[in-house]
C-alpha cells in the first residue's frame, strides 16, 4: 500500500542556538523501542535530504552564494546518515522504514536556513539521546555509529550558524 506525501509546510523559524538544543535525559529503551526511534530518526534523515536539496535549489541572494554548495554538500551527508541508520537497524534485526518526516519549505531565504538549523537542532538532541540508549543496551557499534552522525550533525548546525551570523 503506497504511503501518503510527506507533509511540507511553510513557517517561520525562530533563530536558535546549539545552546537551545539541551538535550532530555535519556530514557531506558527496549532494543525493539530502540529501532522503533531509529526509524523515526531516519524518516526525518530523509526529510533533512529532501529538504536540503529544494533549499540549495531555490535560496537566492549573493549573501548566500557560500551556503547554497554546502546544503547540496549537507544533503549528501544525510543520504549517508541514512544509509548509516539503515544498516544499524538491519542489525539490531529490525526492518529499515522507508516513511519521510515533514519537510518545511518557505520562499525566503533566511527561513529556509532558520528552518534547517532548527532540523539541526532537533537531530542533535535527539542523536544525543540515542547515544546513551544505545550506551545502556551496551550496543557499543551503534553508539559509535551514532556518534559519527552527530558530530556531522553539529557541523552542519555550524555551518548554519554562521550563514545566520548567529
Do not use: C, M, N, S
Given at each position: 500500500m503506497a504511503k501518503p506525501a510527506a507533509k511540507r509546510s511553510e513557517k517561520k523559524a525562530p533563530a536558535k542556538t546549539a545552546a537551545t538544543a539541551a538535550p532530555k535525559a535519556?530514557?531506558?529503551?527496549?532494543?525493539a523501542q530502540l529501532i522503533a526511534e531509529l526509524n523515526k530518526d531516519l524518516a526525518k534523515e530523509f526529510a533533512a535530504l529532501i529538504q536540503y536539496v529544494q533549499h540549495a535549489a531555490v535560496i537566492t541572494?549573493?549573501?548566500?552564494?557560500?551556503?547554497?554548495?554546502e546544503l547540496v554538500v549537507h544533503s549528501n551527508e544525510e543520504h549517508a546518515h541514512a544509509i548509516s541508520l539503515s544498516d544499524q537497524i538491519d542489525f539490531l534485526g529490525g526492518i529499515p522504514a522507508v516513511d519521510v518526516g515533514d519537510i518545511h519549505i518557505s520562499p525566503d531565504s533566511k527561513t529556509m536556513l532558520e528552518l534547517d538549523l532548527e532540523?539541526?537542532?532537533d537531530a542533535i538532541a535527539r542523536y544525543k539521546q540515542r547515544v546513551?540508549?544505545?550506551?545502556?543496551l551496551q550496543?557499543?557499534?551503534?553508539r559509535r555509529a551514532l556518534e559519527?552522525?552527530?558530530?556531522?550533525?553539529?557541523?552542519?548546525a555550524r555551518d548554519l550558524q554562521s550563514a545566520?551570523?548567529?
Open positions: 535519556p530514557r531506558t529503551l527496549t532494543k541572494g549573493p549573501q548566500y552564494d557560500a551556503i547554497t554548495a532540523g539541526e537542532l546513551a540508549q544505545a550506551e545502556k550496543e557499543y557499534g551503534l559519527d552522525i552527530l558530530i556531522v550533525e553539529e557541523e552542519h545566520l551570523d548567529l
